[in-house]
């Protein structure tokens, strides 16, 4: 069976600073990984995913994310946060065995503050 | 603008009531979930479609029946639900029952009195 961590459960940090989001899983196959963030009163939006090739992905808002197999962490980073960025952030890993359901983490709640 | 377009926002209902939630994307995805989420919770499993045919069922109560008209519809009927149940229900979908990413609405708030 398969499982995720997130190791912090909340993350405060001031605007323009930098910050990591730690995740780590276990699975017994190969995994595909992805980073989906929630803001106050809505749904899911995909952030980032890892499905094969480049260990490093990147968003379109300036977050990235490794992929490490030998650590099994998929942390997400970011070098500069914005007050937007304040949200709900899930890690989330889906496998063949599972018949690919999403199995999410307990979430990293991000508060930024100026 | 979300891609997966869910219907009502919100709802209000008694315990003997009945009512529908819908779900609908028109992205060609064969393959769509409904998930619980409480609060300060992470999104729990219920569903799984699958070419509109019913896949996993992660022990979802009888109260609880979903139903796929065809491949842009995704219907979650609700009876005799219980105070518990409250919660935001999210519908997703993606291209397949595969790897690839699942892309959410917004949600539905239930509120059970």
């Known amino acids: 069976a398969q499982s995720v961590t997130q190791l912090d459960s909340q993350v405060p940090v001031f605007e323009e600073a930098p910050v990591e989001l730690r995740c780590n899983y276990s699975?017994?196959?190969?995994?595909?990984l992805f980073w989906y963030v929630q803001y106050p009163n809505q749904g899911l939006q995909l952030l980032l995913k890892y499905l094969s090739g480049s260990t490093l992905v990147k968003s379109i808002n300036g977050f990235e994310a490794e992929f490490n197999k030998s650590q099994t962490s998929f942390h997400l980073r970011k070098p500069s946060v914005h007050i937007s960025d304040t949200a709900e952030y899930f890690c989330?890993?889906?496998?063949?065995?599972?018949?690919?359901?999403?199995?999410f983490g307990k979430g990293t709640s991000l508060l930024v503050t100026p | 603008d979300t891609e997966v377009t869910q219907t009502p926002k919100h709802l209000v209902m008694g315990m003997t009531n009945k009512k529908s939630l819908k779900c609908e994307q028109h992205?060609?995805?064969?393959?769509m979930y409904w998930y619980k989420q409480k609060a300060k919770k992470p999104p729990e499993l219920m569903f799984v479609y699958s070419y509109e045919k019913l896949s996993i069922n992660e022990s979802v109560p009888s109260r609880f029946s979903p139903e796929c008209p065809n491949s842009s519809l995704l219907n979650l009927h609700l009876h005799a639900l219980q105070p518990e149940d409250s919660a935001l229900y999210l519908c997703?979908?993606?291209?397949?029952?595969?790897?690839?990413?699942?892309?959410f609405g917004d949600g539905t708030r239930l509120s059970i009195l």
């Open positions: 992205m060609g995805h064969r393959a």
């Open positions: 997703a979908s993606s291209q397949q029952n595969s790897n690839q990413p699942q892309h």
């Open positions: 699975s017994s196959v190969s995994v595909y």
């Open positions: 989330a890993v889906s496998d063949l065995n599972s018949g690919y359901a999403l199995n």
